[in-house]
């Protein structure tokens, strides 16, 4: 036993010795407790071993030691702060863990003594590049027109604060389509038809390590560009010509077809010419100076093309509004007053003259709008309003005897007039008959030369006054084609080296008066074929000759009056001799720049302007039939013709195939959706064809064409005959098709082209590709309908629109016997709603024997909620249209507030601006047309689409002026209603409704040969 003391030294030397035991251990060799030999702490290696890492943002890595020493331990942490529970050799760093930073990475190994190493690591949590779409930014597709182009823009960010790359890729891959700088490219199918169709645009941005990649769906097509970009509620055209044209710089290059006109009688301005138009129902100035002209409160640049009066659509306007929002129908002759700054415009089929006055606006000033020829309407020194002016064709102004001549061209009621206009107030303008009472009270028609009090004409057309005073025109009415003057020179007027003498106030003939063409002969022999124009060749107050259109042989003749040969179109004239200087003497179009003589022309026996521009040598005319303006060079020895405004076949039939953008047809009567393609059927009344659009592509090709009359069970659809089509609607992809009308004596049938699509229809088997007829007779008499036969041995009348409800039936109205027919898979017929035969209104029960009545149903539809029912039409010609509803199902139904029980008919809505030819509906919207083409002396209807939502009857949409506007339709003359909400946008004639799958409507406007399409709005 150690004593205390002892004890007390030895517990002191133990404790040193262990305060000096780890400076033994750091550089000496121990053994441990199994007497193995061991090494000091130390890190061997690091993984990775680089310092810097990074991590992509969805994946992970791993990070670890190899250490060696005695009761090592490990701690990892992350900016010098402990990970919990990461006390291993390695580590595993998830990014999903982390949000995108750079983070410090340590690991610490500590060992039994306490003495430690670490390693570190410099950690970046990637996060990839973030692209947002400037450009398109819709999820919806981007629509393209093939020839235009389009722009894509990203703005791409990067947290992590690295550079970015762009690669932008066409269907995957780089194309010389698609022209990608940065975070912006430009696609461009440079009109290539062949990539019209779905496409990927897309853009892969890189930060080095990882790439994001935004994806646009492109649709490529043949749609106008306005389609392509529409909003909920707005609209466009979306296929048929857009404008007419107005203010086109018609002297630059290649712009000619850019208007659209039918050209009618020419006259001169100062500074350029009015064109009367009437197929569009307007006047054009062209500004043929240097500089801008200031017209009827109008600025028209040089060279450009511009619509003065009318508002582009038939009809008949209130005085007082704007010329160009103002009705005119058929404008014939025009005539400038340099003195008050106006123009007098022939409003020839609503028989009266009205004026534009220097303001821009528009009021009737002569002639009450009749043909009534009594004597209270011919009372010389009456006042201008009072007169009649029937069919009033060709206007002259002499402005120094402040008179307006007017050729009245009625048949029975043939003259010219004379108006004074010498008073300041247009009230007290007074108007007398110059030729035409002969000693009586009311108009003789004749051809009688003479004095006033003998004298006749029969339908005046062209008039024109010449630089002598003296009043030229052409009459061609009693077979007889003359070019006739009424001397007012004061003295004696002589022509064609004297052949032709007329006294001061007499009226002569100097042509022959026969209606066939004779050329190369003397002057006063000369004979023409409708002449409805008329220009003279003036130069220093003598009239040298006069220019004369012949319908019969296409030609235009000029009359020599020089006293020399003259040379126009490469065709001498001598002296008092009669040759033609314009035409080949063929009907048609063969282009410009050829000779006059060798240059088709298509004149019209209606309408054929000419004028002569003694400045320039050009010989301007209406190529009526090609829908060109134009003009012979009579300054270049041959003469050069050429084309100023307009373009062969605006509508007309068009080719198997074509673009949406390109469609030329003559009516667009009737529109049916194709929910099997997602088309859009287009019926042209015009040519009894029907042609399908498809609603991705903008393509169309042809349904039906027609070729003859006579037609066939199997008739092939590209070599149809048949007569008057009247509606067309789809089946399952099946074409239905309704043809006859009152006036027509057979084909008053409905029958349907078997797409490939089943085999039987309606008890007829047809093949495919083929049509057969499913209900009336083919070819054989249209009569009475009688309920309970076979649909195709029934008798027919007028059928003018088809449906398939639910239960498979066809349902056809029947528009003369005012009744509608249903026709069972079987092929029985039967009096589903009316009477057959008895036209009225009265709400009633479905079936053969009911008291129901009906007048004129047209455009059936299903109604999209209760399938098995349908509505129409009724009273389509009518001021007050109807909705009427047939409920074919066991329960009540409720429409637009209107109970309707189970097995009746009711009228459910009143169109009240009535002449309603179309109604569709597509969920909660039923919408209906107002506005008819078939008269246009009056508005006939309101000319706009009304949408209601059928369960509470209020109207969620207007497309056209609302029903209490003062103007009642019209047209756009450029793009001014393009791509704009639909309600400020203008219609015409709206004859179809159709709906396609998303809800998006289309309008069919017949006249106007184009449909529109508004954008689902609600």
Known sequence: MLTGRLRLAFHVLLFAFFLTLPACFKDAEVYSSSGALSENLQIHSMLPSSGSIRVLSAGSQSFSVIATGVGLTYQWRLDDVDIPGEISSSYLFESSGFTPATYALEVVVTDLGGATDSRTWTVTRNDPPVIVPVSPVTFEPKLLNFNSSAGFLVTASDSNSDSLSYVWKFDGDTSPELNGVSSAATLDPGGTQALI??????????????????????????????????????????????????????????????????????????????????????????????????????????????????????????????????????????????????????????????????????????????????????????????????????????????????????????????????????????????????????????????????????????????????????????????????????????????????????????SGNSCSLTEGVSATSAQFGGPTGLALYEAGGMVYGFFVPSYNGQRVLFLNNLGASITFGGREVESSMARSVLGLGLLGYNGDGLVGTSTKIYPSSILFGLLFDESSQKLYFSDYGNMRFRSLDASIGAGVV??????????????????????????????????????????????????????????????????????????????????????????????????????????????????????????????????????????????????????????????????????????????????????????????????????GSVDSLLGVGSSARTILPSSLIQDPIYPENVMYIESTAAASSKIVYLNQSASSVNVLGAWVPAGSGKRIYTVTSGYSKSIAAFGSQICVASGSYSQVITSYGSHNVTCLDRNTSAPTLRVGNADAAPIKGGVQFVFEHEGVVASSALLYDPSGLSFDAEGNLYIAEGVMARVRKVKRWW
């Open 197 to 510: 169709g779905s496409h990927i645009v897309s853009v892969s941005v890189s930060d080095g390590y990882e790439t994001t990649v935004q994806n646009w769906n492109v649709k490529i097509n043949a749609f106008h560009d306005s389609c392509n970009n529409l909003n909920a509620g707005e609209i466009c055209t979306l296929t048929g010509k857009i404008g007419i044209g107005d203010n086109t710089d018609i002297s630059i290059a290649g712009s000619a077809p850019k208007v659209t006109i039918l050209p009618g009688m020419i006259s001169k301005h100062p500074n350029g010419l009015f064109i009367s138009d009437v197929s569009n129902h307007v006047v054009w100035f062209w500004n043929q100076s240097g500089g801008t002209v200031n017209i009827l409160n109008q600025s028209i640049a040089p060279g450009h093309f511009k619509v003065v009066a009318g508002s582009g659509v038939a009809g008949i306007s209130i005085d007082g509004l704007p010329a160009t929002s103002s009705k005119l129908n058929n404008p014939h002759g025009t005539a400038w007053s340099s003195v008050t700054q106006s123009l007098f415009i022939a409003d020839y089929v609503n028989n009266r003259i009205v004026r534009v006055t220097s303001d821009g606006v528009l009021t009737k000033t002569m002639c009450d709008g009749t043909v009534t020829n009594t004597t209270a309407r011919n009372t010389n020194g009456s006042t201008a309003l009072s007169h009649s002016c029937p069919r009033p064709y060709g206007l002259a102004l002499d402005e120094s005897s402040n008179e307006l001549f007017v050729s009245n061209s009625y048949p029975s009621a043939s003259s010219i007039k004379v108006f004074d206009i010498s008073n300041g107030n247009p009230t007290n303008w007074t108007g007398s008959v110059l030729i035409g009472l002969a000693g009586g009270s009311t108009i003789q028609n004749g051809n009688i030369d003479g004095l006033p009090i003998f004298a006749k004409v029969y339908e005046p057309m062209s008039l024109v006054l010449g630089a002598d005073s003296n009043l030229y025109f052409t009459t061609v009415g009693g077979s007889k084609c003359l070019l006739r003057v009424y001397n007012r020179s004061g003295g004696l007027a002589s022509y064609f080296s004297g052949a032709v003498t007329a006294l001061n106030g007499e009226l002569k003939t100097l």
């Open 642 to 839: 050429t084309t100023h405004a307009g373009e062969s076949l605006q509508s007309g039939n068009s080719p198997l195939s074509e673009l949406a953008t390109e469609l030329k047809i003559s009516s667009s009567e009737s529109i049916a959706y194709d929910l099997t393609q997602n088309s859009m059927g287009i019926f042209d009344s015009g040519y009894d064809d029907v042609r399908n659009l498809n609603l991705d592509t903008g393509l169309l090709t042809k349904y039906l064409d027609r070729v003859g009359s006579i037609a066939i069970e199997g008739d092939s659809p590209l070599a149809l005959d048949a007569i008057n089509l009247t509606s067309i609607s789809f089946f399952n992809g099946n074409l239905i098709y309704t043809e006859g009308a009152s006036a027509v004596s057979n084909h008053c049938v409905a029958r349907v082209l078997n797409t490939g699509s089943g085999t039987t229809f309606w008890g007829v088997t047809i093949l495919s590709h083929v049509i057969n007829t499913v209900a009336g007779l083919l070819n054989a008499s249209c009569g009475l309908f009688t309920s309970g036969s076979s649909a195709t041995t029934s008798q027919m009348n007028w059928l003018n629109s088809s449906v398939v409800d639910s239960g498979g039936n066809l349902i056809l109205s029947n528009k003369t016997d005012a009744c509608i027919i249903k026709v069972d898979a079987s092929g029985n017929s039967s009096t589903l709603y009316g009477t057959c035969g008895a036209s």
